[in-house]
Each structure stands twice: as C-alpha cells, then as structure tokens.
C-alpha cells in the first residue's frame, strides 16, 4: 500500500511538470524549453530564434501571428490568459501594446544585462520591457508612377486630389500603423488627426490589410504611394521593384519604432525567458537584423557606427513620443479610428 501511495504522489509530480502546473520546484522539461509570441514578421524572426536554439540547447516554441491581426492578436492572448500563462517572452514588432501589457500588470521586471547597450529613451523605467532593432515610418512610391518633382514629402500629400485613389495605408488598428497614429495623435492632437484622416479616406485611400501589402500595391503598380516600414520597402528594393521612399514630414522628423521584448508575468519558464531576452538585445541579434533583408536601425551603443540604408534620410531626427500615455490611451485612440470610419 505505501509503494502505492509514493508511486501516486510522483506521478502527480509528473503530470504537473508536463502541464507546467503549479507544485512542483521546476516546471522545464529536463532540456528546457521557452514559449514565445512574437508579431516580427516570421522571416525575420525564425532565422535568429533558430541561432539562439542551436546555441543553447533550449528548445523554441514560437506563436506567429497573421499579417492582418499582427500584435493585437497575440496581445490578446496574453491577456485572455493571465491568470494561466502559456507565454514565456513577448517579441513584439512595436512599443505601445506592449506598454499596455505593462500597464496591466502582465510583464514580469527583468532588468537584462544586455538592456545596458541601450540608452533610457528605449527601455521601460521599471524594466518591463526593453526595445531593440527599430523601423522607421515612410513612404514608399513607385518611381515610374511618380516624377521626382512629385515626389510625396508630407502626411497632407495623401489627400491631395491628384492623387485620389493612388495611396494605401494599412489598417490603423494594429502593429506598427497603429503606434504611428498614437504618435502623430500626440505631435498633433485629436482634432489634426481627425481632419488628416477624414481627408485621406474621402480621398479614396486603399485600406490595406497590413504594411507588406501596401509595399505590394505600389511595387506593383497598383497604388502611386503609401506609408509602410523600412524593413518591408527594404525587402522590394532588393527585389528590384521600381520603388524608393522618403520619410515624411510629420513636424518633427521620422517615426522611429522598436522591437521590443518582456517577460509575461509567472511565465512558466521563467530561466529560459531571461536566457532568451538577454540574447535578442544582444548586439549579435541587431547586427544580424541590421545586415539582412529587414535592415533593421541598431540602437545599441555599440552598433552606432553600423551603416543601414536609411541613415542620411533619418539621421537620428525622430519625433519623441511618450509610450506611457500612448498605451494608456490606446482604446481612445481606437474609438478616434473608428470614429472616423476606418473599421468598415
């Protein structure tokens, strides 16, 4: 009877272990393994998750999200999910969602001692999260659709009547077009904001599902120009599509977006999360972002030297914005969409 009752007891040690429920000391697999979501477009992210596997023998198991939904969708998992969590690390494609997480109480502090490569301007104060790799905002046209005096330098060029219905956006609710109008929402206030969209989307701008669409309408012919990010203008420019881009003139200079990384609060692989986050802010991960397709905008200290091919268009002139309010406004910001109309 007693071998009977000690044989249950480590079985339901097991089992526990399995389920990564609470009750026992060590919730791992015996070789280790770390969940994590991530809203990068899967090209990029996959390659460097891969390294970071090979390197430490922890096994990756990673949540991608489609293009349509990036960020929302997985952020709304974690919270669906708080109270059981089946996320280790958040490796987000912009900054505002993340710091609503935070805000809600669902990132766990880990102050990495790769976070030193960056300056305060790019991490949470209370080590929530820490940002890495960054986009810009900008314009990409086709340059035989668009003359080089026609040329797109401002917002306001998007609702000029010679070029209805030639520009495309992405749908505003997510990623990074979603922080870019929580950013123009700080620069301008509600009412500018209200006016630009109103303009654009009287003036017949395509609604495109996510920002690689909108570098594909205009590759292709289909859209004069549009705003989408530098990874994504990047990767037509290699592919030899008759585009460019030129960042444009929102006041203050370019819209520059992070990466970033947390840890969800009682992950269940909580070792592995910290091995995990140390090494995406490492200068290995932005250098091999930097020089790929993506050519991501290192921001680490070290890499400031770093040549990409936005440099002289950016030259570190961004337009600051406070994250903090950002997230805390968010839901204003989506009823200000939906209010003009940009849900339908």
Known sequence: MRTTVKLSASLVCLISLLFAQPGCE??????????????LDRVYSEPILKRFEQQTGIRVLVKYDAEAAKTTGLIN??????????????????????????????????????????????KDPKHRWTGFAARARVFIYNTDLVAPDQVPTS?????????????????????????????????????????????????????A?????????????????????????????????????VVPDADQGAVLIPNTVAMIAGCPHPKQAKQLI?????AEVERALAEARSAQIPLGNDLADLPTPWDKMINRNTMPFDVETAADDRQSTVDLLRQVGFDH
Not at 222 to 234: Q, R, S
Not at 278 to 282: A, G, N, T
Request: some cysteine.
């Open 26 to 39: 060590e919730r791992a697999t015996p070789s280790g393994e770390v969940v994590v979501f991530t809203a």
């Open 77 to 122: 998992q974690i919270i669906a999910r708080r109270d059981d969590p089946q996320c280790d690390v958040l490796w987000n494609n912009e900054v505002v969602q993340t710091q609503h997480l935070a805000g809600l109480g669902l990132l766990e502090p880990y102050q990495s001692p790769s976070a030193s490569r960056f300056s305060p301007a790019f």
């Open 278 to 282: 140390d090494y995406l802010l490492s």
């Open 209 to 245: 599902p996510g920002n690689g669409p909108v570098r594909d309408l205009v590759a292709s012919g289909e859209i004069a120009f549009g705003l989408t990010d530098t990874d994504d203008a990047h990767g037509a420019m290699l592919d030899g599509k008759p585009v460019a881009v």
């Open 155 to 207: 917002l306001t060029d998007m609702a000029d009547p010679n070029w209805r219905g030639r520009t495309a956006i992405a749908l505003p609710f997510f990623g990074t077009t979603f922080t870019h109008m929580s950013v123009l929402r700080q620069t301008w206030g509600d009412d500018r904001l209200i006016q630009w969209l109103t303009s654009i989307k009287a003036n017949d701008v395509a609604i």
